[in-house]
């Protein structure tokens, strides 16, 4: 990196892109190397001015703000092997050649690793782990795109846009589901990231972005490939999840069937590849779905028929949540039934009672994945739920507790030093293999809700 880009100062808030700075002298451009930091550089959404998209998108402004998105992100190497820091250290030589192939459509992205996550039902989801220096240009073309592209989507596409969550696509459903549309036309599409048609996706973003050095680098993206194994396996569909650029271009894709639904007057809520539709009547139903069976098969996309249904909206799980009716016919939501029995089934993975760590250690892995599910099913209202998801896990904290004492000794020591009487410590040392049953009689008298709130395990009720 350059001492002059080093001894720039950063400006604070949101950082633009200065009318016709995109088309100044590119050499100005090449000297400042790799992007640095700034306060407020990854909020930015920089505005293009003259000369082209490609060329605001590699502005030492836009790249700054996209570096400390990606650095934010801390994400793992890709298939160079190269983690942020090795590859701030890459840039700093080598960035003006990078940025000349760039302009000049010369530049091959590296293949994405393949990496497989495992879900909670026992299958796993497929990532594409794109290198640090692919995960940067996407970035960086994404801050230029976005703010063009976005605008022009459908209201009632909520998933990976500026301002709107998950949160705003289960709210809509809720309002037209009190409104009387008790049906819902649920769609699931099936391996939706991996059977991305590549035609036709850059036929629409055509339609939208005129800039043929942006096209082509997007290309280059899809086609970059998938390595497994040390083998690279060529792709002719699919936009792995994974980079920053798929979220948008798979709204790209989808906006189509989201315009035909709004021309036809529908009430429908889609995140990502999950689209829901809500009608009147099973009947009604069935044509919405007979009709986004041919929409989404004119795009080369299948639904996913176990997944999908035409059926009661009440109950039916969307994003987590389920809707059902309280007195005065009020609908409200519920965390789904899937999501509560996900929930407890990555507590055990994070309480295994073989683990071998205290239970300070425990609860500090604990609480990142319970604030953070807290805050998102944060509108059930079912507080039943939540005091009885509550109990369970202090039940399963105090079984852990228990076998880490082990022996009935340790138990008697360590409960009197906790404060209990004689009785109740004899009693439980007494039953000291008895971890579970154990856990849900006397000692509740001593490992309380109030102990587990000195040691800062998070109430969900």
Request: proline share 5%; with cysteine; net charge positive.
């Amino acid at each position: 990196m350059s001492k002059a880009m080093r001894q720039m100062p950063g400006q604070p808030g949101r950082v633009g892109v200065a009318s016709g700075e995109a088309g100044r002298d590119l050499i100005s451009d090449e000297a400042c190397g790799p992007p640095c930091e700034h306060p407020g550089a990854g909020s930015a959404r920089p505005k293009v001015g003259a000369g082209t998209l490609l060329e605001a998108a590699l502005t030492r402004e836009n790249l700054q703000a996209a570096w400390k998105r990606v650095k934010g992100n801390k994400g793992a190497a890709g298939v160079d092997g190269l983690d942020i820091e090795q590859t701030a250290q890459l840039l700093r030589r080598s960035w003006p050649q990078t940025r000349q192939a760039l302009l000049a459509g010369t530049y091959r992205p590296e293949p994405v690793r393949r990496v497989m996550i495992p879900k909670p039902d026992g299958s796993q989801r497929e990532l594409g782990i794109p290198t640090v220096l692919d995960r940067l240009i996407q970035q960086a073309l994404l801050q230029v795109l976005q703010p063009l592209i976005d605008p022009t989507f459908s209201e009632h596409s909520h998933g990976f846009r500026p301002g709107r969550r998950a949160h705003d696509a289960v709210k809509a459903a809720r309002t037209y589901v009190q409104s009387g549309k008790r049906v819902v036309v649920d769609v699931d599409l099936a391996k939706f990231f991996d059977r991305v048609n590549h035609d036709i996706l850059m036929d629409r973003l055509q339609k939208r972005i005129d800039d043929a050095g942006v096209i082509r680098l997007v290309r280059a993206y899809l086609n970059a490939g998938i390595m497994d194994g040390g083998v690279v396996i060529e792709r002719q569909r699919g936009t792995p999840q994974g980079g920053p650029l798929s979220p948008l271009l798979a709204n790209v894709l989808l906006d189509e069937v989201d315009k035909a639904l709004e021309a036809r007057g529908y009430s429908f809520a889609r995140y990502a590849d999950d689209c829901n539709v809500y009608v009147g009547s099973i009947k009604a139903g069935q044509r919405v779905m007979a009709m986004l069976g041919k929409l989404y098969g004119a795009l080369k996309l299948q639904i996913n028929e176990a997944k999908s249904a035409v059926c009661s909206a009440l109950g039916r799980k969307f994003l987590g949540y389920a809707l059902w009716v309280a007195k005065g016919r009020e609908v409200k939501y519920a965390v789904a039934h899937k999501a509560v029995e996900d929930f407890k089934a990555r507590i055990r993975q994070l309480t295994r009672r073989s683990g071998g760590r205290s239970m300070e250690q425990v609860v500090q892995r604990l609480r990142p994945y319970m604030l953070g599910w807290k805050a998102y099913f944060g509108m059930a209202q079912t507080p039943g739920v939540w005091r009885k998801l509550d109990e369970w896990l202090r039940h399963r904290l105090r079984a852990i507790q228990l076998k880490h004492w082990k022996k009935p000794r340790t138990m008697y020591r360590e409960l009197k030093a906790l404060g209990a009487g004689e009785a109740v410590a004899r009693r439980v040392a007494a039953n000291s293999r008895r971890w579970w049953r154990n856990s849900d009689g006397l000692l509740k008298t001593v490992l309380t809700v109030a102990y587990f709130d000195r040691l800062g395990v998070p109430r969900l009720s």
